[in-house]
C-alpha cells in the first residue's frame, strides 16, 4: 500500500448538525451534502489540503455500507491532529472550535515536546488535536 491517505470519513450521529459545525463553525470548504438521492448515500466532503478530503457520513450508514454493527463513538480510539504555524493559531482555532460548538477536553498549554497544543471533541465526540510542534511544521501555503 502506498502512504496515501485521500479520505478520511467520520462517522456523524445528525448528518446536518455536523455540516454546520465543520462549514459554518470551522470555515472547511465544501458543496454540502450530496448523495441525497441515493438510500444510505447522504455524505458531505470538506476539502483539506493536498487533495485530501475530509468525509461525514451518517454513523447508521456507514456501519450498513461497511457491514458492521454499529458502536459507539470512542473519543480516545484516534484522534485528529490539526498542526499549525504559528503558537497563538492554537489558542484561536480553540476558541473558533468552543465557539463552533465543540467541547473543550484540555485547554491548549505547552508540552513536553518543547511545543503547545490542546484538545477538543466535535458534536459527535471525534478528538482534535489543534497543536503547534516546532519540530514538525504543516507546509506553507
Not at 48 to 64: S, T
Request: proline letters at 4%; glycine letters at 10%.
Amino acid at each position: 500500500m502506498r502512504p496515501h491517505i485521500s479520505i478520511l470519513t467520520l462517522g456523524v450521529t445528525n448528518l446536518e448538525q455536523s455540516l454546520i459545525f465543520y462549514r459554518d463553525g470551522l470555515g472547511l470548504q465544501t458543496e454540502g451534502i450530496v448523495g441525497l438521492e441515493f438510500e444510505h448515500g447522504a455524505v458531505a466532503f470538506f476539502d483539506l489540503q493536498n487533495g485530501l478530503k475530509l468525509a461525514i457520513f451518517a454513523q447508521d450508514d456507514l456501519a450498513m455500507d461497511a457491514g458492521l454493527t454499529k458502536h459507539p463513538i470512542s473519543s480516545t480510539a484516534i484522534s485528529i491532529g490539526h498542526n499549525v504555524t504559528d503558537k497563538n493559531e492554537v489558542d484561536e482555532l480553540m476558541q473558533t472550535a468552543k465557539k463552533a460548538g465543540a467541547t473543550i477536553v484540555k485547554e491548549a498549554q505547552h508540552t513536553f515536546y518543547g511545543g503547545y497544543a490542546g484538545y477538543f471533541l466535535d458534536p459527535n465526540g471525534h478528538l482534535w488535536e489543534i497543536v503547534w510542534n516546532p519540530h514538525i511544521m504543516p507546509p506553507t501555503d
